[in-house]
């Protein structure tokens, strides 16, 4: 049932941001692809070679401290690793949140994706950054989209591009990014904020 409402393409009569580094992509309700179900992905890098981004809403059961101990006082509770996307789960992704009097410029580690968040390197040693950061996040993978292929998905009204805020990206376990995110969009997306993962299980 769910591919009938998908089919209103709720997205598509919707004012549109353009894709950016820093910008959201807010999964459809009733997206096709289960692996992006009420998901949300910050965009890390976006140009005219590729696209690539992190899944900010699914959480893993390895804990940061199993794999990347030295990160561990860097990083935001719950301290877990997150799923980045389906690419190359063997690498990790940092994104990191700076501190309000930071001057992001000024640190080579951080690429700036949005106000106060950043691409963080983590070839650098954690003690560099880590007093710069009010948290981070860790993400196992990403999500990667060729030449066209996001366009072509943003038009068919797969996604709602809308801007990111810093506690998007360290937001609490117990959060629904998802629902949150849609209810500070323009209406009607506030109204399909408490829209579930398969319309059949509602």
Same mark, same amino acid.
């Given at each position: 049932?769910?591919?009938?409402?998908?089919? !209103?393409?709720?997205?598509? $009569?919707? +004012?549109?941001?353009?894709? &950016?580094?820093?910008?959201?992509?807010? $999964? $459809?309700?009733?997206?096709?692809?289960p692996e992006f179900a009420r998901s949300i992905v910050l /965009?890390?890098?976006?140009? +005219?070679s590729y696209t690539f981004g992190v899944v900010l809403t699914e959480r893993s059961e390895i804990a940061v401290y199993n794999v990347l101990p030295e990160w561990l006082p &860097?990083?935001?509770?719950?301290?877990a690793l997150y799923v980045g996307g389906?690419?190359?789960p063997q690498s990790v992704v940092g994104v990191g949140v700076t501190k309000p009097d930071v001057i992001i410029e000024e640190h080579e580690p951080f690429t700036r994706l949005a106000n106060r968040l950043v691409h963080v390197d983590l070839r650098v040693q954690p003690h560099e950054v880590t007093?710069?950061? !009010?948290?981070?996040?860790m993400f196992a993978g990403y999500a990667e989209w &060729?030449?066209?292929?996001?366009q072509d998905e943003i038009e068919r009204g797969d996604w709602?591009?809308?801007? $990111?805020?810093?506690?998007?990206? /360290? &937001?609490?376990?117990?959060?629904?990014?998802?629902?949150d995110v849609m209810r500070r969009q323009p209406m009607p997306l506030p109204l399909f904020s408490t829209f579930p993962v398969s319309i059949e299980d509602n």
């Amino acid at each position: 049932m769910s591919e009938y409402f998908y089919g !209103d393409r709720l997205f598509t $009569a919707l +004012e549109r941001e353009e894709p &950016a580094a820093g910008m959201l992509l807010v $999964a $459809a309700p009733g997206m096709f692809s289960p692996e992006f179900a009420r998901s949300i992905v910050l /965009i890390v890098e976006h140009n +005219e070679s590729y696209t690539f981004g992190v899944v900010l809403t699914e959480r893993s059961e390895i804990a940061v401290y199993n794999v990347l101990p030295e990160w561990l006082p &860097a990083v935001a509770k719950p301290q877990a690793l997150y799923v980045g996307g389906p690419v190359s789960p063997q690498s990790v992704v940092g994104v990191g949140v700076t501190k309000p009097d930071v001057i992001i410029e000024e640190h080579e580690p951080f690429t700036r994706l949005a106000n106060r968040l950043v691409h963080v390197d983590l070839r650098v040693q954690p003690h560099e950054v880590t007093e710069l950061l !009010d948290g981070m996040r860790m993400f196992a993978g990403y999500a990667e989209w &060729a030449p066209g292929q996001l366009q072509d998905e943003i038009e068919r009204g797969d996604w709602y591009v809308a801007p $990111a805020l810093p506690g998007d990206v /360290i &937001a609490p376990g117990s959060a629904d990014l998802w629902g949150d995110v849609m209810r500070r969009q323009p209406m009607p997306l506030p109204l399909f904020s408490t829209f579930p993962v398969s319309i059949e299980d509602n």
